[in-house]
């Protein structure tokens, strides 16, 4: 069962703050592009002739940065589960962007899966098999970020990073785990293990 309402939980926020990070429950712009950095940083350094999709694309605020610095992959797709967002995303990026629940919907094949934020108010079991299926469907590796705390059972997720640690291990990937750029947050990279 899930934690929130997601309909109601964002257009609450988008109708307070616009299509800005606020309006998708980030405290700020600045925090929103820092935690773009960081999961940006455990992605190859050349993502041109990669495929990047962005799980819980929100309305494409990964591509507006990634475009500012001249670093967009050579195919950006985006899946977000509420199609209000879906269709903004579409006009501002110009991209195939898909309305999606990375929980039980078909995922498309990429290089790379990302996600910033949109596993922050799944349940447990919910983000567990979030990542998994991230990760199935990524040829190379899904980098994300999560809230690092205790679960209270409130609005949103939080969870133990060493508890993530040993999830990507049961999946088979190399896992890299990134900590103290932000308070209650870190980034993990689930990579493919090549022989």
Same mark, same amino acid.
């Given at each position: 069962?899930?934690?929130?309402? %997601?309909?109601?939980?964002? #257009?609450?926020?988008?109708?307070?703050?616009?299509?800005?990070?606020?309006?998708? #429950? &980030?405290?700020?712009?600045?925090?929103?592009?820092?935690?773009?950095?960081?999961?940006?940083?455990?992605?190859?350094?050349?993502?041109?002739? $990669? /495929?990047?999709?962005?799980?819980?694309?929100?309305?494409?605020?990964? #591509?507006? &940065?990634?475009?500012?610095?001249?670093? $967009?992959? +050579?195919? +950006?797709?985006?899946?977000?589960? $509420?199609?209000?967002?879906?269709?903004?995303?579409?006009?501002?990026?110009?991209?195939?962007?898909?309305?999606?629940?990375?929980?039980?919907?078909?995922?498309?094949?990429?290089?790379? +899966?990302?996600?910033?934020?949109?596993?922050? /108010?799944?349940?447990?079991?919910? %983000?567990? %098999?979030?990542?998994?299926?991230? +990760?199935?469907?990524?040829?190379?590796?899904?980098?994300?970020?999560?809230? #690092?705390?205790?679960?209270?059972?409130? %609005?949103?997720?939080?969870?133990?990073?060493?508890? @993530?640690?040993? &999830?990507?291990?049961?999946?088979?990937?190399? @896992?890299?785990?990134?900590?103290?750029?932000?308070?209650?947050?870190?980034?993990?990279?689930?990579?493919?293990?090549?022989?």
């Amino acid at each position: 069962m899930p934690r929130i309402e %997601t309909d109601a939980f964002y #257009h609450a926020a988008v109708r307070r703050h616009g299509e800005t990070a606020l309006g998708v #429950h &980030w405290n700020s712009a600045e925090s929103q592009e820092l935690r773009f950095r960081i999961l940006r940083g455990l992605l190859p350094e050349d993502i041109a002739d $990669l /495929t990047l999709v962005d799980a819980g694309c929100g309305f494409g605020h990964l #591509h507006h &940065w990634l475009a500012a610095a001249d670093d $967009l992959p +050579y195919r +950006y797709i985006g899946l977000d589960v $509420l199609e209000s967002m879906v269709e903004r995303a579409r006009e501002r990026t110009g991209c195939e962007i898909l309305v999606r629940d990375c929980l039980v919907d078909p995922l498309p094949a990429a290089d790379y +899966y990302l996600c910033s934020g949109a596993m922050n /108010t799944l349940t447990i079991d919910e %983000t567990r %098999t979030f990542i998994a299926r991230c +990760y199935e469907a990524a040829r190379r590796g899904f980098v994300f970020n999560l809230l #690092h705390g205790r679960d209270y059972g409130g %609005t949103f997720n939080y969870l133990d990073p060493e508890q @993530v640690r040993d &999830w990507g291990e049961a999946l088979g990937a190399r @896992v890299e785990i990134l900590a103290g750029y932000l308070y209650e947050d870190f980034s993990v990279g689930l990579f493919r293990v090549t022989s």
